[in-house]
């Protein structure tokens, strides 16, 4: 076994240890953030003072400058479009955090990232530029399944709402009403994105464009043809609590429709996994097992080229095979 193979896995463990103490030296005081932080902070400022030790006190006085003088480092970096649109897919995940302190947690991980290739690899230029590109998909893709979760989340919760909707519609209550109906039952994330809807129409905005702000928020079609439902019955008149069963009801057989479609269809996606990975994997397992034997594969000329050329063929083969397990119902 070479020597460098042996003493690998030392090396990586001293890197990761060294950067974990640092990022939580660093990170330490924004752990605490939206709700919490700011009621934490009201706390301090209007209520009792608490004698605390005054090396503890220093300690965390010095985290706390260090950490807000690396987020304000990080926010004169990041544009104000960027912040707005991180800002944006962030509150549309349900996290909390602010924008700069998501993209420090990247810088973070980039970090250990770059660290950790350019010593499997030698080549800190390579490790550096890898190590950034795989931090930065890897807290995208990240934020991608969060918000697709919470969309999937909120899909599955609006036929039961819809429902309630109809309910309270029967025992007399107006559409504002029943809408209210709907927040009161805190069922997350539908209670927090129909708030929204009720807050603005509240404020005075109209109740049908701010339920289609919602709707193109959180892609639903279903909402949108819920809304397109209430804008029709608003304007020829009917049973809206009637209109909304029917809607709740057919939703619920594309529901389950679509579950039996993705149940079916689990084995070739499953396959198409698989052959995405195992190229990759094996690719590592080579360079980690025989450096040598991989060794032109980025040295050369000829072999960047090749190299090059399968990640291009790859990202053709993931793509052509995700619009064939691709079901749309």
Request: glycine share 8%; net charge positive; proline share 3%.
């Amino acid at each position: 076994m070479p020597s460098w193979l042996s003493s690998l896995p030392i090396g990586l463990a001293a890197i990761f240890a060294a950067l974990f103490v640092l990022g939580l030296a660093l990170l330490g005081s924004i752990v605490h953030t939206g709700k919490e932080r700011d009621l934490e902070e009201r706390i301090e400022r209007y209520g009792p003072r608490r004698t605390v030790p005054v090396a503890a006190n220093d300690d965390a006085a010095g985290e706390r400058s260090l950490a807000r003088l690396l987020l304000d480092f990080t926010k004169r970096l990041m544009s104000p479009t960027a912040q707005r649109r991180l800002g944006e897919r962030l509150d549309l995940a349900a996290v909390t955090r602010k924008p700069a302190e998501w993209a420090l947690l990247g810088g973070c991980l980039a970090i250990v990232l770059a660290a950790a290739l350019s010593l499997v690899t030698s080549y800190v230029l390579f490790g550096v530029l890898a190590g950034a590109l795989i931090a930065w998909l890897t807290m995208r893709a990240l934020l991608a399944f969060l918000i697709r979760r919470r969309r999937a989340a909120f899909a599955d919760q609006l036929p039961d709402l819809l429902q309630l909707m109809a309910s309270a519609l029967q025992s007399g209550f107006s559409l504002l009403q029943a809408l209210d109906q709907v927040v009161r039952e805190d069922a997350q994330p539908a209670a927090s994105e129909f708030s929204r809807a009720l807050a603005e129409a509240q404020l005075g905005g109209d109740l049908e464009d701010c339920l289609e702000t919602i709707a193109t928020r959180m892609e639903s079609a279903d909402l949108q043809w819920t809304v397109m439902a209430i804008r029709i019955q608003r304007g020829i008149g009917g049973n809206l609590a009637e209109v909304l069963t029917t809607i709740a009801g057919t939703i619920r057989e594309r529901g389950f429709l679509r579950r039996q479609v993705h149940a079916l269809s689990a084995e070739g996606r499953l396959s198409a996994y698989v052959l995405c990975v195992l190229p990759v994997l094996i690719g590592a397992w080579l360079f980690i097992t025989n450096r040598t034997y991989m060794r032109p594969l980025y040295t050369t000329h000829l072999g960047l080229f090749l190299l090059f050329g399968a990640i291009a063929l790859l990202g053709i083969g993931i793509f052509w095979m995700r619009q064939t397990i691709k079901l749309e119902v």
